[in-house]
């Protein structure tokens, strides 16, 4: 499966994103869909999933903040991200779950400024 990212940019503290991702190729066996980031020096992190149910997860560090959502027809993952803060700046990646196997986009940058 192949990932393509979009959407991210420069925002104020406060403000407002919306990330997309869209899928193409296989998706038969596709668990669940995600989004992990990665800021400078630190390890990527899972920031939400959402299986084939559409049950969902996030981090402690973005619940109530940020917005997971799939839409199947459409295979793509979309993450709404409010009330931004400085320390959600980072590199983020979606990811699709095949199997036991991870697929990944190349990343999209979110820089949220004071």
């Known amino acids: 499966v192949h990932l393509v990212e979009s959407g991210g940019g420069l925002v104020q503290a406060g403000g407002s994103l919306t990330l997309s991702c869209a899928a193409s190729g296989s998706m038969f066996g596709i668990r669940g869909m995600g989004w992990y980031r990665q800021a400078p020096g630190k390890q990527r992190e899972v920031v939400a999933t959402?299986?084939?149910?559409?049950?969902?997860n996030y981090s402690d560090s973005v619940k109530g903040r940020l917005t997971i959502s799939r839409d199947n027809a459409k295979n793509t993952v979309d993450l709404q991200m409010n009330s931004l803060k400085r320390e959600d700046t980072a590199l983020y990646y979606c990811s699709a779950l095949l199997g036991v196997t991870y697929s990944w986009g190349q990343g999209t940058q979110v820089t949220v400024s004071s």
């Open positions: 959402v299986n084939t149910l559409g049950n969902t």
